[in-house]
Structures are given as structure tokens and as C-alpha cells.
């Protein structure tokens, strides 16, 4: 059993297009959280909803959308995708906000935006 | 604005060696430090959490101590074997930050 798992694990699209990229966990937890891996292997946060609602909103374009239905599950939407945004996206999720409690990942959906 | 150096950034070692991998923060007013594994093409492994009252954690041969005072930390293997190859990162957060802020990161290769 994944506890933290993402779909797409690959996405390549054209520059301008819209993608989405979905993750669950099935952990119980009630805070989850979207990551940006650049080129250089630098993690920095993007979104963090706690209980369904955004707690975190880090300075990202606003292409960039959070969507959480219920709080096992946080989808990020990309509008009108751009080359710099070819990066690997990861969720995570915490029993409690920020380190509270520990922080488990996904395996990472790797965009590249052509 | 928090930045987190880690040191070496790369490390080559002979199996069956100790090693220190170090863990540095610009505000020293860190709450809680973790430290992750990430593999090639994987996610993050949570390895240990230190917590705001601890200052030491250990699992296995692997040892973690926070210094909140210089906002140093470091994680310590031991008896390092080819398995143990990874990129290790640190991370923490600050009191009332819902973020953590994460290192650069150092490659570790162990050579059979």
C-alpha cells in the first residue's frame, strides 16, 4: 500500500497547455502539501491545505492551482504551462502542520514542458 | 529568509567507514529538523525528526543531533554500506512557520 501516491509519474506537454497532477494519501493525515524540485534538486514549498483549506501559498504564479476535495487528496492544476515550469512536483502530507509530525512524500510527477 | 547549507555537497566512501554529513541553517531558531533519503528518481524517505524539546535522535547506525544555539546540524552513519548511496537532505521549520525550509542536499556514494 502507497501511502502517498501521484499520477502522473511523467508528464510531457507542449509550452501553453493545461495539466493537471493529482495525489491521495491515505494516511489520515490532515495536512498535505505541494513541493518543487528544480533542476538543481532544490525542494521548495509551493501549497500546504490543512483540512481541505490552504494554509500555505507561497510566492507561485497563479497558473498555479490547488484543488483539495476532501483532505486525503491534493490536486494541483497548471494553466498555460511554460518552459521553466519543467521541474518534478512533489506531494506530501504531515499528521500536523509544518514538522510537527514527520513528512511523508510521493515518489514525484516529473513535468517537462517542451 | 531562512537558507540551509549542507556540507559536503557530494561524498565518495570506502564501505564500512563512519561518516558526518552537516546540516547548517542561517536563522539558528529552528523547531523541528528532519532529515530525508531521496534515491534516484524517488520521493523523499523521512530518515529521523528531531523535535522542538529533543536535541538527539538515533535508528540503526544512523545518529542526528541538532545544535539550536548555532543552528547546526549533523547526521552520522555508520558503518556505511553500498545501500546507504543516496542523496541525504535536511530540513526545518520555525516557530509559527507551516513550511519547511530544506538544504542542498549531499550525495553520498559508498564504494564496495
Known amino acids: 500500500d502507497t501511502a502517498v501516491s501521484q499520477t502522473p509519474k511523467y508528464l510531457v506537454t507542449q509550452m501553453g497547455n493545461d495539466k493537471s497532477i493529482k495525489c491521495e494519501q491515505n494516511?489520515?493525515?490532515?495536512?498535505m502539501y505541494w513541493y518543487k524540485q528544480d533542476s538543481k534538486k532544490f525542494l521548495k514549498i509551493m501549497f500546504s491545505?490543512?483540512?481541505?483549506?490552504?494554509?500555505i501559498n507561497e510566492t507561485v504564479p497563479n497558473r498555479f492551482s490547488p484543488k483539495s476535495p476532501d483532505k486525503a487528496h491534493l490536486n494541483l492544476h497548471i494553466n498555460s504551462l511554460e518552459l521553466g515550469d519543467s521541474a518534478v512536483y512533489f506531494c506530501?502530507?504531515?499528521?500536523?502542520?509544518?514538522?510537527?509530525?514527520?513528512?511523508?512524500f510521493g515518489e514525484g510527477s516529473r513535468l517537462t514542458v517542451l | 529568509k531562512q537558507e540551509v547549507t549542507q556540507i559536503p555537497a557530494a561524498l565518495s566512501v570506502p564501505e564500512g567507514e563512519n561518516l558526518v554529513l552537516n546540516c547548517s541553517f542561517t536563522?539558528?531558531?529552528?523547531?523541528?529538523l528532519q532529515w530525508f533519503r531521496q534515491d534516484p528518481g524517488k520521493g523523499l524517505t523521512s530518515l529521523l525528526l528531531?523535535?522542538?524539546?529533543?536535541r538527539e535522535q538515533t535508528s540503526g547506525r544512523l545518529n542526528a543531533s541538532l545544535d539550536k544555539s548555532s543552528g547546526r546540524s549533523t547526521l552520522y552513519i555508520a558503518a556505511s554500506q553500498p545501500g546507504d548511496s543516496a542523496t541525504y537532505l535536511c530540513?526545518?521549520?520555525?516557530?509559527?512557520?507551516?513550511?519547511?525550509?530544506f538544504g542542498t542536499g549531499t550525495r553520498l556514494t559508498v564504494i564496495p
Open positions: 491545505y490543512n483540512n481541505k483549506e490552504l494554509i
Open positions: 506530501a502530507s504531515s499528521q500536523e502542520t509544518g514538522a510537527l509530525g514527520e513528512l511523508f
Open positions: 528531531i523535535q522542538s524539546s529533543q
Open positions: 494516511l489520515g493525515h490532515d495536512t
Open positions: 536563522d539558528s531558531a529552528i523547531y523541528n
Open positions: 530540513a526545518g521549520d520555525q516557530t509559527g512557520a507551516n513550511n519547511l525550509f
